[in-house]
């Protein structure tokens, strides 16, 4: 089960990579915003690994905190660095 995880964490890793190469090409955002993004990404998926490895492991208390102390920080982040500095230079197009 664990090979699977790791499988499907590095198909994750590169749709972001082609997510964030796509989007580059699109927008002229500045460093800041995509370091914001970058960082994000990176968040989401160490919360991701860490909450599956924990739960595989048998402590889904640590699973939780995973979530929350990586991935929701993450989210946030990009949620911000899309809306306020990538979605303006998609709509300028």
């Known amino acids: 089960m664990e090979s699977v995880q790791w499988f499907l ?8 990579v082609f997510g964030f190469s796509y989007v580059s090409v699109k927008v002229k955002a ?4 995509w370091v914001v993004l970058i960082g994000g990404a ?6 991701l690994a860490w909450a ?3 739960y595989l492991e048998g402590v889904p208390a640590s699973s939780a905190m995973g979530l929350m102390v990586f991935c929701a920080p993450g ?5 911000l660095a899309w809306r306020f500095w990538v ?3 998609l709509r300028s197009d």
């Open 9 to 16: 964490m590095g198909v994750l890793v590169t749709l972001c």
């Open 30 to 33: 500045p460093w800041y915003a």
């Open 42 to 47: 990176v968040a989401v998926l160490f919360g």
């Open 52 to 54: 599956g490895s924990s």
């Open 75 to 79: 989210i946030v982040g990009m949620t």
């Open 87 to 89: 979605a303006p230079g």
